[in-house]
């Protein structure tokens, strides 16, 4: 079977003063759940089918991300979590910013 994408949100978390790559990949990943009720989700698991839910967080120093930590966001589904380069650091300060991506895909 092959999974049909349904969902991509977005979202941005910072760590203002610490410069924890996890931290603002938990923020961001928060931030973009947040503004999601899809109760559709829930008839797809009564049928029997699974949610994949495949999360990218772009940050500075990805290598330093505890994915699993990140995971832990996710409430629902069959959860990848990949870090990535990207995201800002601030200028001159102790601030780090990371941008997530999620793709929710469901396979019945």
Do not use: N
Request: hydrophobic letters at 40%; glycine letters at 12%.
């Amino acid at each position: 079977m092959s999974a049909k994408p349904v969902v991509l949100e977005f979202g941005m978390g910072v760590d203002v003063h610490g410069l924890d790559g996890t931290k603002a990949a938990c923020r961001a990943v928060s931030d973009a759940i947040r503004h999601s009720s899809l109760p559709l989700f829930r008839d797809v698991r009564e049928r029997g089918g699974t949610m994949l839910v495949d999360v990218t967080v772009g940050v500075p120093d990805g290598v330093k991300v505890d994915t699993d930590v990140v995971k832990k966001e996710l409430p629902h589904g069959e959860v990848t979590v990949r870090a990535v380069p990207g995201g800002l650091r601030g200028p001159g300060s102790d601030t780090l910013i990371a941008c997530a991506a999620i793709i929710v895909s469901i396979e019945e």
